[in-house]
């Protein structure tokens, strides 16, 4: 997908995301003022997105953020597997 | 206080030093291990995955937040990421206090904070091969999540 002004993004995947995915980082473009939504809805275009939950866990420059914040260019979105530390 | 992602092997001796003090009467000390068997599945090792930068400041804020809400304890917590052996210590958290119920309670409320939010995840390796990625959320037919 390209946009007019678009906005490059890196969004990470990790564990069982990376594995749905094929691969644990992606480069896309987003359009200015795009949200963490928009970023998502993004990826579910991908193969095998359709293993992501309906609302993930996310991060936004190694930080919890929520699915309405927004994005800015350069930033570094995550995508969070349910945790299982310890 | 301190916390840290590791990949080698964590020495337990060195984290209770790290905490002792003449002015602690009790230490608390929580060691997670790699177990042999999950849901009923035999497993053979295990793979520690996580997200590094924001893992460790996850990690930081919840000890800080700890020795914040138990005045007194000096808290230290390393996380181990890597292959590990079956016994190996994924995790552990050593907590000094004056006093007994400091101690444990801040202990507690580390390893609960750091598997309800640290960004780390843990694949499985089984005797047949095969690996999995664990989802604690999903439901476990056979027993409950230590």
């Known amino acids: 997908m390209r946009y007019r002004s678009a906005m490059p993004v890196r969004v990470l995947l990790f564990a ?71 | 206080m301190r916390a840290a992602i590791v990949t080698q092997p964590i020495d337990v001796a060195t984290l209770l030093a790290e905490v002792a ?46 020795e914040a809400t138990f005045p007194g304890t000096q808290i230290v917590c390393e996380h181990r990421v890597g292959e590990l052996t079956l016994g190996e210590a994924s995790v552990v958290i050593a907590v000094a206090h004056a006093h007994r119920a400091s101690a444990f309670d801040a202990c507690r409320f580390v390893i609960e904070e750091l598997k309800r939010r640290v960004p780390i995840w843990k694949r499985e390796h089984y005797v047949d091969g095969t690996r999995a990625w664990i989802d604690p959320t999903a439901p476990a037919p056979r027993e409950a999540h230590a």
Do not use: W
Not at chain 2, 33 to 47: K, N, Y
Not at chain 2, 55 to 63: C, D, N, P, S
């Open chain 1, 16 to 86: 069982s995301y990376a594995e749905a995915l094929g691969q644990d980082e992606v480069a896309i473009d987003t359009p200015v003022h795009a949200t963490v939504a928009d970023v998502l809805a993004h990826l579910r275009t991908m193969p095998g997105a359709d293993r992501l939950p309906p609302q993930p866990l996310v991060a936004i420059n190694a930080r919890y953020a929520r699915i309405g914040d927004a994005v800015h260019a350069g930033d570094e979105v995550a995508v969070i597997p349910p945790v299982a530390g310890g």
């Open chain 2, 21 to 66: 003090a003449l002015g602690h009467g009790a230490t608390s000390l929580f060691v997670g291990t790699v177990r042999d068997t999950h849901a009923g599945r035999h497993v053979t090792g295990m793979e520690y995955k996580a997200y590094e930068a924001m893992a460790l400041h996850e990690l930081t804020a919840v000890v800080a937040e700890a």
